[in-house]
Each structure stands twice: as structure tokens, then as C-alpha cells.
């Protein structure tokens, strides 16, 4: 029998490559998607020979298209997709700007919806396919990270689509959830602008003096994978996962 081949969108970095790794520990094969190819390099490299890379903009439905044509011409079909790839820009709405608006929409909500669209053909016929879309605990809990209201939009527009996608595709036994996790040491933040960011953590600091820590991308990737394994049938249609200890905030 076959390893599954599981399909990763912004697999090279943060919760992306936990999944990848507690996939891979599972005995599946892993597909990484990320625009870039010195981090896609680095990963597969750390992560052994069961783990491909290929470029792709999720936000550009060319490149989604070429990159599963070219996956499917290599292996054939896929087991599973977790549509894991996503930014966040700070800023308060008055201030934004046009361009990291179209970004995070574009990134979040429609490379979601061109990768799902991309992936059925190649998942259909799979002994037990399956969709995983992430989504952010940002999209519905007011205390998360503030100034982040293009990327909870965007999120939230990901839970909506996914409610649908789960009645499209019951008919071809693909199993659909959506994962909604809270903050975990992740580096996710690691490009944002410093300024704004300030400007977000002060104000995140006034709305209340504690924070909720504990968990991390592995935490996270046990998620994914427990939605996974669920036997035909069956699917965790949302799962929400959060840290769960009270610490001050920094």
C-alpha cells in the first residue's frame, strides 16, 4: 500500500512544516507549496526524501493550476490538502494600505479557494481524500492581536467557504474540515513592519492585562493530523484549538 501524499500549502515555514513533520512521522508523503525556493529547499532537505517541493503564488490561480497539473503528473492523485498559507499585515483600518489589503485577500481567502478548486480532480478516488482549510481564531475571538481586521475578514471568509465546499463534495466522499487555531509560537509574524506592529501590541495591551499561552505549531499539526485520520464517513466539520494558560502580557 501506498504512503498518502498530502498536499501543504505554505508547508516551509511555521504551523506548514510542523504539519509536514508529524505527517511525515505518520508515514505519508508531503507535498510542500511556498513562493519561495531557498526556504522550499531548506525544508525538504530537513525533512527528508518522503518531501517534495514545488513554487507557487496560492494567490495567483495560474501558478495553482501549473503547480497541480505538475503534481498530478508526477504522482498521479493526492490524499489530502491543507490549505495552511497565509499572511497578516497590522494596521488600523484608516490607514491601510491598498496593496497589503489585496494581499491578504488574495493570499488567505482566494489561494484557498484556487488550491481546493485545483486539488478535487486529483483527490477524488483517494481511499479516505480529504480537505483541511485553515482559518484563525482572529476571525471570531476579539482577543487576539489587534489592527488585524483584512486578516480575521479574510479568515472568516475561509470558514464560509469551507461550510459550502463540505456539502459540494460529500457526494465524492471527500471529508472537509476547517481548523481555526489560536496563537502558538509560530514566527508568524516575523515580517511585519515593526512600527505597526508596536502600534498593534499597545493597543492589544490595553484591552486586558493578561494573554493566554501554552501552545505551539506542534500543537497545532496534532490537530491536523487527528482531523485527518477520521475513517470514510466521517469528518470534524470545525475544530478550534487554543492556548489555554494565563500569563501577563509582555
Not at 512544516?17 to 532537505?45: F, H, N, P, W, Y
Not at 526524501?49 to 497541480?68: I, L, N, R
Not at 488585524?148 to 461550510?163: G, N, P, Q
Not at 463534495?169 to 505597526?196: H, K, M, N, Y
Request: with cysteine; hydrophobic share 45%; net charge negative.
Amino acid at each position: 500500500m501506498r504512503a498518502p501524499l498530502h498536499v501543504i500549502t505554505g508547508g516551509a515555514r511555521g504551523f506548514g512544516l510542523a504539519i509536514s513533520q508529524r505527517l511525515l512521522a505518520d508515514g505519508g508523503r508531503v507535498c510542500l507549496l511556498g513562493r519561495s525556493q531557498s526556504s522550499l529547499d531548506t525544508a525538504v532537505e530537513a525533512l527528508g526524501e518522503q518531501a517534495s517541493g514545488f513554487v507557487c503564488d496560492v494567490a495567483d490561480s495560474d501558478s495553482v493550476d501549473a503547480v497541480f497539473a505538475a503534481i498530478r503528473e508526477r504522482f498521479g492523485s493526492i490524499d489530502s490538502l491543507v490549505t495552511n498559507a497565509g499572511v497578516a499585515r497590522p494596521n488600523k483600518v484608516e490607514n491601510l494600505d491598498a496593496a497589503e489589503v489585496a494581499m491578504q485577500v488574495n493570499t488567505n481567502f482566494l489561494g484557498t479557494v484556487f488550491c481546493c478548486k485545483a486539488a478535487i480532480p486529483l483527490l477524488r478516488g483517494a481511499g479516505n481524500p480529504r480537505i483541511l482549510t485553515v482559518s484563525s481564531a482572529s476571525a471570531w475571538h476579539t482577543d487576539e492581536m489587534a489592527h488585524l481586521s483584512i486578516y480575521a475578514a479574510s479568515k472568516a471568509a475561509v470558514e464560509r467557504f469551507t461550510r459550502d465546499l463540505r456539502e459540494e463534495l460529500q457526494d465524492d466522499g471527500i471529508g472537509v474540515t476547517c481548523l481555526r487555531p489560536g496563537s502558538a509560537e509560530s514566527g508568524f509574524a516575523g515580517d511585519w513592519d515593526p512600527e505597526l506592529l508596536e502600534i498593534a501590541f499597545a493597543s492589544w495591551r490595553e484591552s486586558g492585562p493578561c494573554m493566554d499561552v501554552g501552545m505551539t505549531s506542534n500543537h497545532v499539526a496534532d490537530a491536523v493530523a487527528w482531523a485527518l485520520s477520521q475513517p470514510p464517513g466521517v469528518a470534524v466539520d470545525l475544530l478550534e484549538i487554543r492556548p489555554n494558560m494565563k500569563a501577563p502580557k509582555p
